[in-house]
């Protein structure tokens, strides 16, 4: 997981798209495609989808998969297919730490920030004007980061979905939700340059690199030992079962704790918007200059805690036990790389092929319903986000 500065942000950063700046960028997009993501070909699917939608004058929300680092690149090759630029909801913090002219870039191909772990209304109320009045999409990526887990979605936050039945509700054309599933493969293996990733872990905890065996089980056994660690931290001693059963009991032990410190009695929302909500409260306390420097050293503990509970979420377990393809085994050697060796992202290796399908609009209908409808709303997309990658053929 990449790790980013958990605060109030700064401020806000709004879009500055325009169909002038997205024909300008094109040589950008292609040089970042290629020399930075090694993505050689781009395959659209169901491209008629949107193009239905575009024609018909619809407000539209795109919520593709988000496993990779290069999704918004393969997003943006669907907007140069249709010669029509995209409007993009991005993290605060990609604005905070990015170049002078790199944020220039960035707010040229509509994007605009978004405070994940708090009450965004300026961010809620431009994807609204875009939805209800702009006549370019809007693409949000459901997930809200990245877990490198290609083949399976992780859930999806309400947040997309509770924006398509407000917009929806407020004004007078169409709402649709357009659901994509994009997968990627290796086009040249990059099995030495994994092999020599695992060595640099395996030494990383003092161990000598176990070239005898399979990469397959290195990655495996390299885990089992993450995890030992973690445990011994958290629990005081490692504990029996299997792989997943130990994550899961490592992960409710941090948050339950915290929740418990907090007060949060809530505890049946999905993972990510229980650290959300335990995020945003010790946020407030570190933040919070009336409390002693103590109290507030603790709160960026308790966020240092919060990111291992996001860490434990993006490993399954079973991901790589049985029969891996080479890309399995290339993304949790990606998890390792930036979360043991501290990589900001991990690096490229060999050169790709993405596939990116375009789903059947979803229509938003307008009305009353409250959390049931958003919830609904946000379970169909998942089930639609997770058929269209089970059915891409790479």
Known sequence: MDEQPYQTPPRWWSPMLSPVWFRFWGWMRTRIRVRYHHLLDIEIQGLENLKQCIAAGQGILITPNHSCHA??????QVADELRLPFYFMAAWQIFQNASRMRLLVLRHHGCFS??????????????????????????????????????RITPFRDGPAAIALTAAKHTGRPVVCVPCGIRYQYIDTPMEELLELMDRLEEQILWRPKRNLILRKRIYQFAEAILGLKEKEYLGE?????????????????????????GIQERDSILPERVKAC??????????????????????????????????????????????????????????EEDVL???????RGTRRAVIAIGKPIPVESGKG?????HALTEQLEIAVQTLIDGINL
């Open 71 to 76: 999704d918004p690149t393969v997003v943006y």
């Open 114 to 151: 978004v405070d994940r772990e708090g009450t965004d209304i300026r961010a809620f109320r431009q994807a609204l004007e875009i939805l209800q009045n702009k006549p370019y999409p809007l693409v949000i990526f459901p997930e809200g980061a990245i877990y490198h887990i290609n083949k």
């Open 238 to 262: 490692t504990q029996l079962g299997t792989l997943p059963e130990r994550i899961q009991a490592l992960t409710e032990f941090i948050l339950q704790g915290l929740e418990n410190r907090y």
């Open 279 to 336: 995020r945003r409260h010790a946020i407030q306390r570190m933040e919070n200059t009336a409390l002693s420097e103590g109290e507030r050293d603790l709160a960026k503990i308790d966020l240092d805690d919060l990111f291992v509970v996001i860490q434990l979420f993006s490993y399954p377990g079973t991901y790589v036990s049985a029969r891996p393809a080479i890309e399995d085994m290339a993304e949790m050697l990606d998890k390792f």
């Open 342 to 348: 501290r990589r900001s992202t991990a690096g490229i």
């Open 370 to 374: 409250g959390k049931a409808r958003i």
